[in-house]
């Protein structure tokens, strides 16, 4: 987060703060719920945190661990085991959304964080449905909020383009890695492998699958032992056959590995030399954060949010353009070796920096639609 966003570290948490555990529940802990994950862990870290979904609290057990660097999804399948009652949030609350918000308001402050509004940008790559949704968070239910944090610079400019917020409610909070906050969850060494390339995305329309898929096969710039491994598991409007129905050519190999545990994620990142993602629209870019303080070469469409990842490096190429990757490919920066995650990244996206955001917002929200505080960290 840039320091025109950044609020002061002292920033304190005065009244109680419910996190809405809706996104974790999903069979596949992906995107929005890996971002509420981290942001429960980070905020349990500084205030008594307090977890609801729906109309109930959730009470998860004294033994569970609040720490950054372990499985996610085993973490969040616990916190949807937990025992739940009524809830009940006392006076001077303060609720945070991080998925659809609710159409009501359950909390005396509330806080929604934005991660995209892709839906109303690339209709054809959605359901009618999320269609539906996000047609209804922008109309009316974000005006809900006394305030809203954008992932990046690129969601806070849709959010005043598409919406009737007013600016001064929107602040922009640029999470930190979505994987190995503070350690490698595969410790042991593993070689750098040039010739492997990787992408981590739910394979989705607006993934740009058939794209990559195509470049891998016919670019000439490629060595003749290439691989591409894909992972991630399939979503909605898609198919394994957008990949096209070509697994090899040649010595090429492309390897569909699916869902894959937080430790071999690591893994496959610190082996592969390289990464393409040509998404055609981004929020914030977990994998591209993630790649990078892994030490990934990464190559990525020059679009959305993605482009605020120029300063680390990235080179970026027309998604619909597969001569552009070519070029990009022939320019990226070799891939290195990471003893330990944290990286120069760590300065811009901070999981650290959006709690003092949340913190000082939420002291700033002492009246549905006051907003002083957000104002002083935008």
């Given at each position: 987060m840039s320091s025109s966003n950044s609020c002061e570290?002292?920033?304190?948490?005065?009244?109680?703060?419910?996190?809405?555990?809706?996104?974790?529940?999903?069979?596949?802990?992906?995107?929005?719920?890996?971002?509420?994950?981290?942001?429960?862990?980070?905020?349990?870290?500084?205030?008594?945190?307090?977890?609801?979904?729906?109309?109930?609290?959730?009470?998860?057990?004294?033994?569970?661990?609040?720490?950054?660097?372990?499985?996610?999804?085993?973490?969040?399948?616990?916190?949807?085991?937990?025992?739940?009652?009524?809830?009940?949030?006392?006076?001077?609350?303060?609720?945070?959304?991080?998925?659809?918000?609710?159409?009501?308001?359950r909390f005396d402050h509330e806080?929604?964080?934005i991660h995209d509004l892709t839906p109303l940008f690339l209709p054809e790559v959605h359901v009618a449905a999320t269609i539906r949704d996000f047609q209804r968070l922008a109309a009316s239910t974000l005006l809900l909020a006394d305030a809203l944090i954008a992932d990046s610079h690129a969601t806070r400019a849709d959010i005043e383009l598409l919406t009737d917020v007013p600016p001064a409610r929107i602040v922009v909070g640029r999470p930190g890695a979505s994987l190995c906050v503070q350690r490698h969850l595969h410790p042991s060494a593993v070689s750098r492998r040039p010739e492997v390339g990787i992408m981590?995305?739910?394979?989705?329309?607006?993934?740009?699958?058939?794209?990559?898929?195509?470049?891998?096969?016919?670019?000439?710039?490629?060595?003749?032992?290439?691989?591409?491994?894909?992972?991630?598991?399939?979503?909605?409007?898609a198919s394994k056959s957008d990949l096209g129905t070509r697994r090899s050519r040649g010595g090429r190999k492309l390897r569909l590995l699916g869902a894959v545990s937080d430790k071999e994620l690591c893994r496959l990142y610190r082996t592969a030399g390289w990464m393409a993602y040509p998404s055609l629209y981004e929020g914030f870019g977990f994998p591209v954060l993630d790649a990078l303080r892994h030490g990934v070469s990464v190559m990525c469409a020059g679009n959305s949010s993605l482009i605020e990842f120029e300063p680390a490096g990235v080179t970026f190429f027309d998604p619909l353009d597969p001569s552009s990757l070519d070029r990009c490919f022939e320019r990226r920066r070799p891939a290195e070796d990471v003893i330990a995650p944290p990286h120069p990244l760590d300065e811009q996206f901070s999981w650290d920096r959006v709690v003092d955001l949340i913190a000082s917002t939420a002291a700033g929200c002492s009246s549905r639609g006051e907003t002083s505080v957000v104002s002083q960290c935008a």
């Open positions: 570290s002292s920033a304190r948490f005065t009244a109680p703060v419910y996190l809405d555990a809706a996104p974790l529940t999903s069979s596949r802990l992906t995107g929005i719920g890996r971002y509420t994950a981290r942001l429960a862990i980070a905020l349990a870290a500084r205030t008594r945190l307090r977890l609801y979904l729906d109309r109930s609290e959730l009470h998860p057990s004294p033994r569970l661990d609040w720490s950054h660097d372990q499985d996610l999804g085993r973490w969040a399948r616990a916190v949807g085991r937990s025992p739940r009652s009524q809830l009940s949030p006392p006076a001077g609350s303060v609720g945070i959304c991080s998925g659809t918000r609710n159409t009501t308001r806080i929604s964080i981590v995305a739910t394979l989705e329309p607006r993934k740009n699958a058939a794209f990559l898929a195509d470049w891998f096969f016919d670019s000439p710039v490629l060595p003749e032992n290439a691989e591409l491994w894909w992972v991630g598991s399939k979503g909605w409007l």
